[in-house]
């Protein structure tokens, strides 16, 4: 814009009538605080990184999270830098305001030397104003000077004050086909023979209550019988080999194998007991 072509009336009235450098104000505010907090959070996760990594979590997720989490912090530290700059330049750009409105001319003086020019030619009637009018003319194009520069240097000012480093987004810190990639786990796993694993698992628990009749039977070979007759059980051997393709799956074959045992054990104890009662009984009924 240019200013210089503007009367002081227009230039000094938009300076005094305008908001004024409130909302910078609030701005300056607002970007300070938004920079406390973002330092503030760049601090906490640093800590917690430092925390994790150093003393109780590491190992491979522990790396992979902190080489994660690091560039957020560091983006987090550098959006915090760049938000205590902008209200550095909103402050630069009040006191670019304060400047212009102190260096031009209040709307009032301009008033009062435009009545008194006014005044001046009208009492002109034999020329006798007319070193008053040419003196009031000269003091007007001060004005008028004066209040081009200082806006001409608000401008300049307000421009510099403007500028202003453009904010980056944080690096993306998470796998972004994580959910389709899970997604694909879990219909992948849907599809293989677990189905099948459980059939078997369930002939493999049908079969105990027979198992445990011939050992409440009693007699050595009965319980030998018994205990090879439970391992060769189709349906405990094709449950270990549809298990044995997956390995997140042994923990719980082997948490229903010790149940097994520990729901065998005293019945093998208790049918141990009774077979050698029964032999010595035997033997002394012969002797009788």
Do not use: C, H, K
């Not at 690091?70 to 006191?95: E, K, Y």
């Not at 670019?96 to 009637?125: E, G, H, K, M, S």
Request: proline content about 6%.
């Amino acid at each position: 814009m240019d200013y210089g072509a503007l009367p002081p009336e227009i230039n000094s009235g938009r300076l005094y009538s305008g908001p004024g450098p409130e909302s910078l104000l609030v701005a300056a505010r607002a970007w300070n605080g938004l920079a406390a907090e973002l330092f503030s959070a760049a601090d906490s996760f640093q800590s917690m990184i430092a925390d994790l990594s150093g003393t109780s979590w590491q190992g491979p997720a522990s790396e992979s999270m902190t080489a994660a989490a690091t560039p957020l912090v560091a983006w987090m530290s550098a959006t915090g830098a760049q938000a205590q700059q902008s209200a550095t330049q909103a402050m630069a750009a009040v006191a670019a305001f304060d400047a212009a409105f102190a260096a031009v001319v209040p709307p009032a003086v301009i008033a009062t030397n435009r009545a008194q020019l006014a005044t001046l030619i009208a009492t002109n009637l034999l020329g006798q104003n007319t070193p008053a009018i040419m003196a009031n003319e000269a003091q007007y194009a001060e004005m008028w000077a004066q209040d081009a520069s200082a806006m001409y240097g608000y401008a300049a000012n307000s421009a510099s004050a403007a500028t202003l480093t453009p904010f980056a987004s944080p690096r993306q810190a998470t796998n972004p086909a994580g959910t389709a990639s899970q997604a694909a786990a879990v219909t992948q796993a849907a599809s293989t023979p677990v189905g099948t694993v459980e059939q078997e698992l369930s002939q493999l628990v049908s079969a105990l209550p027979q198992t445990l009749q011939r050992l409440a039977s009693g007699g050595p070979s009965g319980l030998i019988t018994s205990i090879v007759s439970l391992l060769n059980n189709s349906g405990f051997q094709n449950f270990l080999s549809a298990s044995g393709e997956y390995l997140t799956f042994l923990s719980g074959v082997s948490f229903i194998i010790s149940g097994v045992l520990f729901i065998i054990g005293p019945v093998i104890q208790i049918a141990a007991s009774a077979s050698s009662s029964s032999g010595g009984g035997g033997g002394g009924g012969s002797g009788a």
